[in-house]
């Protein structure tokens, strides 16, 4: 019985006009439920839902767009555990997306891969050195600052789950501390706090009287914080790490 109703779903599922498709998505993310419904995403075949969610990557409304890239990075997670090539094309979409031959802009792309990279190792594994490059001046380096505000989250984000694996983009981010983009100072400071970047305690006590207030999505909610107290965050994380390599026990002979 279960399988019949759920074979009856997914029919109904198809039928859906993409204007329906994409009506019942913007519902979800904006629902005041969101946290709790966010496997719904995962219920409609993938290659349908992922297009509307492209579409609110653009959103002029902030928590729609960041909602867009949470439910994304949960769709091509979901995507990937059964079909590893259509989440790899779905990165591949983004990376175009960025990319100058593409016509576009790529807004939103940066922080969906970052979303969709924080979410599953083996994506992780693949699209990692590609996320870091756009934040590389040697690399596919972002000269647009919102979109650099994009890249530096992202990293930040997948330093949440997976830091081992963004490491090497330390280097790379501390010239961005210096930015005249207060966003770009205070996503960089936030990133560099979650790294324990080496190097970093005097550009991010520079920033510490920066009283500039940024948005910042933060555990699926959107707040404001001032660049200043996310530098003194970032230096209060530096000096907890440095105490607790400190206090390890030293294994005699190691």
Known sequence: MRQGSSSKKQMKTARLSGRELKRKVLALLQSDDFDQRLNDFCQWPARQVINPLFSFLLSSEEQTRWRAITAMGEVVAHLAEKDMESARIIMRRLIWSLNDESGGIGWGAPEA????????????????????????????????????????????RVAQSRSDL??????????????????????????????????ARPPLEALVEDKTEIPLYL????????????????????????????????????
Do not use: C
């Not at 970052?114 to 001046?137: D, P």
């Open 113 to 156: 891969m970052g979303e969709i990279i924080a979410s599953h190792g083996r994506l992780a594994q693949e699209f990692v050195r590609v996320l870091i490059s756009y934040i590389r001046e040697d690399g596919n380096f972002l000269e647009y600052e919102p979109l650099q505000r994009g890249a530096l989250w992202a990293v930040g």
């Open 166 to 199: 963004v490491q090497d983009a330390v280097p790379h981010l501390l010239p961005y501390l210096a930015s005249t983009d207060a966003s770009v100072r205070g996503l960089a400071a936030w990133t560099v706090g979650l790294l324990g970047a080496e190097g």
């Open 219 to 254: 555990d699926r909610k959107l707040v404001r914080r001032s660049v200043g107290n996310l530098a003194k965050e970032a230096l209060a994380s530096k000096k907890r790490q440095a105490t607790d390599e400190q206090a390890s026990p030293q294994v005699p002979g190691g």
